[in-house]
């Protein structure tokens, strides 16, 4: 009886490419897995794919609101965006991804796991940890690190050679993935940063901001303890919001970066971005924040968020690090509850106002008028001991003639 593999399977060229490849240099089994998080379409005729190419079963594990619940949303909560831009959309879904096909590793008594991510990327680095992190003990299959392909058109040519369907069209070789968060784009005239992108060519989920509406869209989103639970007043699950947030973002021009980013393994890549629910999301989660959050607590908030970034994009979700940020992060959430609103055009996400029973803003406090709890005399004993420290050192330079 033959051993098993698991590949992770999107049924794209690399993976089509994998199947036949196992076979004709492992004596195993191919047990193709793809994991459904928001692919859409992509996921149609997988089961003949890969059964025509010599996998023995495909698993087609829907892991929607896995994903979003327990991927998504800690790391929005947290604020976590790469780089100042890269809102880590492949990074965030790597995870759930990988879970599931050591799920069925484990189920299926395979010796090991196989992926299709290159030797360049970062994926490599995102599967293998968490493999790593939850099964050590199974064996990882990296063609990309070992077969004599280097290019896509050498892979096309391996599929023609053995008349194998090429899925995919010749001319259309941009590198994407898709999930419900968002859609990236690699390849082709993206690798010289010095061109501009063919938007019109290049976007799916969006419309370039030139094209969205000359007037704007109001929305207003309601949040329970850092969760959004309302859209419009309508009661809705957070996978419901961010399937609604992205047409409507998408039809505003919400959410499309251009982005230089450093990977894991030490080299620059430039990639284009669509998160059109996603950038709202996390602008209204923000401005929560911003209306219920303490000075400093926001303020160290905001300097977890950077290391939290870069722990899921490296692909470290399941490590002791990470587990312990979302747990101060989930601290901080309890008085994130109420409404925002937010105004959106042509690619701009506009602040039209917040409302929280957990507000620390005091109109009392704030106003030009003075109200009972400021006293404006009290401010000048704050000045001086606040300021201290700046009359000690101007006074040691008078003495030392140094002002």
Not at 36 to 44: A, C, F, I, N, T
Not at 368 to 385: C, K, M, P, R
Request: net charge negative.
């Amino acid at each position: 009886m033959k051993e098993k593999v698991v590949l992770a399977y999107s049924g794209g060229l690399d993976t089509t490419v994998i199947i036949p490849w196992l076979q004709e240099n492992y004596n195993y089994d191919v047990i193709a897995v793809c994991v459904d998080v928001g692919q859409g379409k992509e996921l149609e005729g997988l089961e003949e794919r890969a059964l025509s190419t010599g996998a023995i079963k495909l698993y087609i594990e829907d892991a929607t609101e896995e994903f979003v619940n327990d991927y998504v949303m800690p790391t929005i909560q947290a604020g976590a965006i790469y780089e100042k831009k890269y809102l880590l959309g492949t990074s965030m879904a790597r995870p759930p991804i990988t879970k599931r096909l050591v799920d069925i590793a484990l189920k299926e008594g395979a010796v090991a796991i196989c992926h299709g991510a290159t030797g360049k990327g970062n994926d490599q680095v995102r599967f293998e940890l968490t493999i790593k992190a939850l099964a050590p003990q199974l064996k990882i299959i990296a063609p990309w690190r070992i077969w004599d392909i280097k290019s896509r058109e050498d892979a096309i040519a391996f599929l023609e050679a053995r008349n194998i369907p090429v899925p995919m069209k010749k001319g259309d070789t941009y590198s994407r993935d898709r999930n419900l968060w968002h859609l990236s784009h690699e390849g082709l005239e993206l690798e010289d940063p010095g061109l501009e992108p063919d938007y019109d060519k290049l976007l799916q989920m969006s419309v370039t901001p030139e094209k969205a509406p000359d007037l704007p869209t109001y929305i207003e989103l309601e949040y329970a303890k850092g969760y959004p639970v309302k859209l419009g007043g309508k009661a809705m699950t957070a996978t419901e919001i961010l399937t609604e947030l992205n047409d409507i973002g998408g039809k505003n021009g919400i959410g499309i970066i251009d982005i230089l980013e450093n990977r894991v393994v030490g080299m620059k890549s430039r990639g284009i971005y669509e998160t059109p629910g996603g950038t709202i999301l996390y602008a209204a989660h923000q401005e929560l924040e911003y209306l219920c959050l303490d000075k400093q607590t926001l303020a160290y908030k905001n300097e977890l968020s950077i290391k939290f970034a870069e722990l899921v994009y490296s692909g470290e979700w399941f490590t002791p690090l990470r587990e312990a940020l979302t747990a101060f992060v989930d601290s901080t959430q309890s008085t994130i509850t109420g409404t925002v609103k937010l105004k959106l055009y042509k690619g701009n996400i506009v602040p039209a106002g917040a409302t929280s029973d957990y507000s620390l803003y005091n109109e009392s406090l704030a106003s030009f008028t003075t109200g009972e709890l400021y006293d404006h005399h009290d401010a000048e004993g704050f000045i001086n001991l606040f300021g201290l420290p700046l009359k000690v050192r101007a006074m040691m330079k008078q003495k030392n003639n140094l002002l």
